[in-house]
C-alpha cells in the first residue's frame, strides 16, 4: 500500500492522492448522517412499534432492518456524489473539483444515466455493509459488556465505553468489508465508464469477466481501511451520544 502511494506521488504528483477529496468528503458527510441518525430513528420506531419484550427477543432483526432502510435512503443522496467522485479519480481532466464534475455528468449524461446507473450496485454494496456493520455492532458492543458483567453501558466509565465501542466497531468493520468487497469491486467498474445495456446486464458481465478471486481483490487494505474508519466513527458516534443523552433507542433486557 505504501509503495503504491509513493507510485502515485512519483508519476502524478502528491496532488493525485487528493482526487475526488470534495465529492468524497460531501457525499460521505451526508450519507453518514443519514445512515447513522436513519438507523437510530428506525430503531426506535420499530422498538416501540413492536413493543419491548418482543424488540428484546428480536433485536438482531430490528438492527437489520432499521440499518436497511437507514442505507437505502442515505444512498439516494450518495450515488451522485460517488459517481463524480468515480469519474473525477478514473478520467483526470474529466472536471476541476465536485461542482463542475457535477455539471458535466448531469448536462452530457442526464441524472439517471449519470448519477444512478450506479444506484443498483451502490444500493447492493451499501445496503448489506451497512446492514452487517450495525448488527455486527450491536452483537460485538452485547458479547463484550456481558464478559464484564453485563452492565448498563450508562453506568460504565466514559473512557472505557469508547474503549468498548471502538474495539466493537473495529470487528464491525471488518465484517461489513468483506460482506461488501464483491459488489464494491462491481461499483467501481461501472463508474469508471459510461456503456450500453441495463445496468444490471453490466454488471453480470462484469462479475463474469472478474471472477471470484477478482471480486476479492485488493480485500486486505479495504479490511485495514474500513476497519480503522468504523472503529472511529462508533467511538466518536457513541461518545455524542452518551454527550447529548441520546440513549434512547438501545434495545436491553429490564
Not at 55 to 63: E, G, H, L, S
Not at 123 to 137: G, L, R
Not at 140 to 155: R, V, Y
Not at 186 to 194: H, M, R
Amino acid at each position: 500500500m505504501v509503495g503504491t502511494f509513493r507510485q502515485i506521488i512519483k508519476m502524478e504528483g502528491a496532488g493525485a492522492l487528493m482526487t475526488g477529496f470534495g465529492p468524497t468528503f460531501v457525499g460521505y458527510f451526508i450519507q453518514g448522517g443519514f445512515k447513522f441518525g436513519g438507523y437510530e430513528f428506525w430503531k426506535k420506531t420499530l422498538s416501540e412499534y413492536v413493543g419491548h419484550e418482543s424488540a428484546v427477543r428480536n433485536r438482531t432483526a430490528i438492527y437489520l432492518i432499521a440499518g436497511g432502510i437507514a442505507e437505502f435512503i442515505a444512498d439516494i443522496a450518495l450515488c451522485p456524489l460517488e459517481a463524480t467522485r468515480i469519474r473525477l479519480v478514473s478520467q483526470p481532466g474529466f472536471a476541476s473539483g465536485l461542482v463542475s464534475g457535477f455539471h458535466r455528468i448531469r448536462v452530457e449524461e442526464g441524472v439517471r444515466n449519470g448519477f444512478y446507473s450506479g444506484f443498483g450496485p451502490i444500493v447492493f454494496k451499501q445496503v448489506p455493509y451497512t446492514m452487517a456493520k450495525f448488527v455486527v455492532f450491536e452483537k460485538a458492543l452485547e458479547g463484550i459488556l456481558k464478559s464484564m458483567g453485563d452492565p448498563d453501558p450508562k453506568t460504565v466509565a466514559p473512557l472505557t465505553m469508547t474503549g468498548i465501542n471502538l474495539a466493537s466497531g473495529l470487528i464491525a468493520g471488518t465484517a461489513a468489508a468483506v460482506v461488501s468487497q464483491p459488489a464494491d469491486t462491481l461499483l467501481s467498474k461501472i463508474n469508471k465508464t459510461s456503456g450500453s445495456g441495463s445496468p444490471m446486464a453490466r454488471l453480470a458481465i462484469l462479475a463474469k469477466e472478474l471472477g471470484l478471486r477478482g471480486l476479492f481483490l485488493g480485500l486486505g487494505p479495504r479490511i485495514v481501511l474500513v476497519g480503522t474508519l468504523t472503529s472511529l466513527q462508533f467511538g466518536i458516534y457513541g461518545s455524542l451520544k452518551n454527550l447529548f443523552g441520546a440513549t434512547g433507542a438501545e434495545i436491553r433486557k429490564a
